[in-house]
């Protein structure tokens, strides 16, 4: 097992952070929210050789899933999450996409595999543990890599300020009982890659983020 990486494709005019997890050495891995822009994904994965195994959602709105079913024919693979509370999202996908001037670009989305808390997920070696973090979305998870002190978050978490919960299904409170009861206990040391914007550290997030003081 090699060590684990991540490669950040913007996508969508969201500027959504698609993720590529890999392992270093045998070169798998997995897709993290292909919210659009199939062919730039592709494009990359192309050059850079890197198998993909699977593609894993954090959680089911449109900018995070709306091009999942479409990746998912192109490399043959399964998509896996969100938890099942956000199949009411991904079955209405293009409906959001019409609300957006989208119409017609965005399928609905139909995960293989639903995931709950306590689960975990794995490519390549590394194991990723499935927390339910609410909030945000009804069904959005973290994968969380304890050997790497790493955690994808997607918009639960940002540098500097939270997920919004003004969406279908969303809950201040809810978010962040997810935030203080779930993520921050993992370690003032957790590196994080989130849905927009750049990245962090669980502790930094702790002492500045002046939503969770």
Not at 77 to 96: S, T
Not at 116 to 138: K, M, N, Q, W
Request: with cysteine; charged share 20%.
């Amino acid at each position: 097992m090699g060590q684990l990486n991540a490669g950040i494709v913007p996508v969508t005019p969201f500027q959504q952070n698609c993720t590529i997890l890999f392992d270093n050495d045998d070169k798998t891995g997995v897709v993290v929210d292909p919210g659009g822009d199939v062919e730039t994904i592709l494009a990359i994965l192309g050059d850079s050789g890197i198998k993909i195994t699977a593609i894993w959602l954090t959680h089911g709105h449109i900018d995070h899933a709306g091009g999942a079913m479409e990746l998912k024919e192109a490399l043959g693979v399964e998509i896996v999450g969100p938890h099942e509370a956000d199949k009411p999202l991904l079955d209405n996908l293009a409906v959001q996409a019409e609300k957006f001037g989208l119409a017609g670009s965005v399928r609905n989305c139909t995960p293989d595999r639903f995931l709950t808390e306590g689960e975990t997920v794995s490519f390549g070696g590394h194991v990723f543990e499935v927390l339910h973090c609410p909030g945000h979305a009804p069904g959005h998870v973290v994968y969380y890599n304890r050997a790497a002190r790493f955690a994808h978050v997607g918009d639960v978490l940002f540098q500097g300020s939270i997920g919004r919960t003004d969406l279908y299904g969303g809950d201040h409170e809810t978010l962040i009982r997810s935030i203080k009861e779930k993520l921050l206990p993992l370690g003032d040391d957790v590196g994080f890659i989130c849905g927009h914007g750049p990245g962090g550290r669980f502790g930094d997030e702790r002492r500045g983020n002046p939503y969770l003081v």
